[in-house]
């Protein structure tokens, strides 16, 4: 039977950026129920850097993981990383509340500005004329999420990983120091077991007889439409947060995607676009811009997935009440932008050496996992 110092169940973004850390410093395998990595959550994402989303509590993380994502990590011979400038404008009704929103924006963008009418119309002609202002954020990119979750398995796999593919965690025992694993492709020992499975975390903590800790797993939709108008590739990520929010990105020259920014609570699953949200996606988008609309291209939903209502925040690490278990879950809206962070702080909180620090006031220890 072979024997794993670390087995990762999952290999979306948690489960892949934390293998490509661990390979070369102990013996690792990266399981996934499904044909292909990144099949659920990881691969369906809008695919942005944005230092203010998530507010404080993520910042710091974003931050610590944009000159890595730049840098094209984990690949050290990347030259032109995984980041491509967009910038964004986050659209101001009357009325709308921006307080918080601005603090966020003094410690996420030193470049971060009002934006008048007459240049919000200038960028995005016809818009609603309830959008009076706009505040911009300069520094928000595209990221190659594909790029950046193959790199990943590609380390894991230079560096003497293993990764299997259709060979779900059915259950977990504890055999003296370490566990006896039962999977879809066999049984194999593992000295530490980490919990990296998106939506299913509580469902492979049962598994393994660990408590859960009532993660909660939130439906996103996103809308691909062909517009009668060109020119559409560069325009900044346009979002509204608040009553009736929603953003659009440009896709291609003629193509954008648009979300209803929906949070809806969600069982895990392989996650579907109802018609109601891409109905209101489609409904936001013509209030707002009322760009003629050519054809509705593809739709997608993902289960955005949180630690729990009292912590806004990843957690990862070593689970205190269950030894040789750890967690690495709960990364929400965000777990692309915070990959290369996150992951080096779940990787030393294993190998118990000293967290990495993080700027903007970041505390590592914020992010270790917890029970509330
Ligand atoms: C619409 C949408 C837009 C988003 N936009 C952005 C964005 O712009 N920027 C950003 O940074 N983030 C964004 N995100 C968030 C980001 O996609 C997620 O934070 C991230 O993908 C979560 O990764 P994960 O590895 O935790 O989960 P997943 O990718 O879901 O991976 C978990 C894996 O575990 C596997 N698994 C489950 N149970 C088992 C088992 N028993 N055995 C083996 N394998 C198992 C699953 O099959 C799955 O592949 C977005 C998400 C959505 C849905």
Not at 244 to 260: L, M
Request: glycine share 10%; proline share 7%; charged share 25%.
């Amino acid at each position: 039977m072979d024997r794993f110092d670390v087995v990762i169940v999952g290999a979306g973004i948690a489960g892949a950026s934390l293998a490509a850390r661990l390979a070369g410093r102990c013996s690792v395998l990266l399981l996934e129920t499904e044909d292909q990595p990144g099949y659920h959550t990881s691969g369906r994402s809008a695919a942005f850097w944005q230092a203010s989303y998530g507010g404080a509590a993520i910042l710091p993380l974003t931050l610590a993981s944009r000159a890595p994502l730049a840098a094209g990590w984990p690949l050290a011979e990347e030259e032109t990383g995984w980041l491509r400038r967009r910038g964004a404008l986050h659209l101001v009704g009357a009325g709308d509340e921006t307080a918080e929103l601005v603090a966020v924006l003094r410690l996420a963008d030193p470049d971060w500005h009002e934006v008048d009418r007459a240049r919000l119309e200038a960028v995005a002609p016809g818009i609603a004329p309830r959008f009076e202002r706009a505040l911009a954020e300069p520094s928000t990119t595209d990221i190659d999420t594909g790029g950046l979750l193959a790199a990943c398995l590609a380390t894991v796999r230079r560096r003497a990983g293993r990764i299997e593919t259709r060979a779900q965690l059915r259950s977990a025992r504890r055999d003296g120091e370490g566990w006896r694993v039962e999977t879809a492709s066999g049984s194999l020992a593992a000295g530490t077991i980490v919990n990296a499975a998106g939506a299913w975390g509580d469902a492979v903590a049962r598994c393994c007889g660990v408590a859960p800790v009532g993660l909660s797993p939130r439906r996103r939709t996103v809308v691909q439409l062909r517009l009668a108008r060109t020119a559409l590739r560069d325009l900044p990520l346009l979002i509204h947060e608040g009553a009736e929010g929603f953003y659009v990105k440009g896709e291609a020259d003629n193509r954008v995607w648009v979300s209803p920014l929906d949070e809806t609570a969600d069982e895990p699953c392989d996650a579907a676009a109802h018609e109601e949200d891409v109905a209101i996606a489609i409904d936001r988008f013509e209030r707002a811009l009322g760009w003629p609309i050519e054809a509705v291209e593809r739709k997608w939903a993902g289960l955005r997935t949180f630690s729990g209502p009292g912590w806004p925040a990843p957690m990862v690490g070593p689970d205190p009440a269950h030894p040789g278990f750890a967690w690495a879950v709960g990364l929400g809206g965000w777990g692309f932008q915070t990959a290369p962070a996150l992951s080096a702080i779940a990787a030393a909180a294993l190998l118990r050496e000293p967290l990495p620090p993080l700027p903007a006031n970041g505390r590592p220890a914020d992010y270790l996992f917890r029970r509330s």
